[in-house]
């Protein structure tokens, strides 16, 4: 789930719990070998490959699995990596929208397995286009506020492409076209700042403010979605307040 609803902050304390840490890993190994498998394993020469292995390291997974990743992808193993990306679109609890995005290895598996999450969890299977023209395609670096003020990270960051910065709780987010991500990222190490996440989403234009009980819905829903093997991402529309976060964490 991307950072454009108050549910990222509690995304991420779950995310600490070991059950997630395999599916997280799992994920991040994913990324390593397609982008191995798209431009070789000389990480000098493919930026995309440095970027998915410093996400990987970030996130301590362990180098080995990491060094084995790269030659799988990149074919020095003799196995055949082939995953194949596909976009799946829902609509949840109050006409929320939710895009999944998925990696696999088999595409039958993947839209059997993402329609039945989607429809055993209260939500609607939606036709290609209906909900994609909601979101656009951004770079996006979350970070803790600390003692930092919104003009303090617009000094930092404007110069390298950052278009906009937007406060969320208590964590900043910066907003960029994908391709001055990686500039971001390194105005802000040059200036000092330290940054959680960075990575490329898919940002919704409007967001769909969620009472109580459709926020309960919603995250079963989401958080179904989320725990499939086939499944990288899920983004949504959707806004839970810290009101009604508050109110859920009391069930």
Same mark, same amino acid.
């Given at each position: 789930m991307a950072g454009h609803s108050k549910w990222a902050t509690t995304k991420h304390k779950k995310a600490i719990l070991d059950s997630r840490r395999a599916k997280a890993f799992a994920?991040?190994?994913?990324?390593?070998?397609?982008?191995?498998?798209?431009?070789?394993?000389d990480m000098a020469g493919n930026p995309g490959l440095e970027v998915a292995v410093a996400k990987a390291k970030k996130t301590s997974v362990p180098n080995d699995n990491i060094d084995r990743a790269v030659k799988r992808g990149a074919g020095l193993t003799g196995e055949v990596i082939d995953y194949t990306e596909i976009i799946y679109e829902a609509r949840g609890p109050q006409? =929320?929208?939710?895009l999944i995005e998925c990696l696999t290895d088999n595409k039958n598996r993947a839209a059997s397995e993402?329609? $039945?999450?989607?429809?055993?969890?209260?939500?609607?299977?939606?036709?290609?286009g209906s909900v994609a023209y909601l979101f656009s395609r951004q770079g996006v670096v979350g970070l803790p506020k600390n003692d930092l003020t919104e003009?303090?990270?617009?000094?930092?960051?404007?110069d390298a492409g950052a278009d906009e910065v937007k406060e969320s709780g208590e964590h900043f987010e910066i907003l960029s076209d994908p391709a001055d991500l990686r500039a971001v990222v390194t105005a802000l190490e040059e200036a000092g700042i330290e940054y959680e996440t960075d990575e490329v989403e898919f940002v919704? =234009?409007?967001q769909v403010q969620l009472d109580?009980?459709?926020?309960?819905?919603?995250?079963?829903?989401?958080?179904? $979605?989320?725990?499939?093997d086939d499944v990288q991402n899920v983004y949504s529309n959707a806004d839970i307040t810290a009101e009604v976060m508050a109110e859920l964490e009391e069930d």
């Open positions: 994920k991040l190994i994913k990324n390593i070998e397609v982008a191995a498998r798209a431009g070789g394993a006409g =929320s929208a939710l993402v329609r $039945l999450g989607i429809t055993r969890n209260g939500g609607t299977v939606a036709d290609p003009d303090d990270l617009l000094m930092a960051v404007l919704p =234009s409007m109580a009980d459709s926020a309960r819905k919603f995250l079963k829903l989401a958080d179904a $979605l989320e725990e499939l």
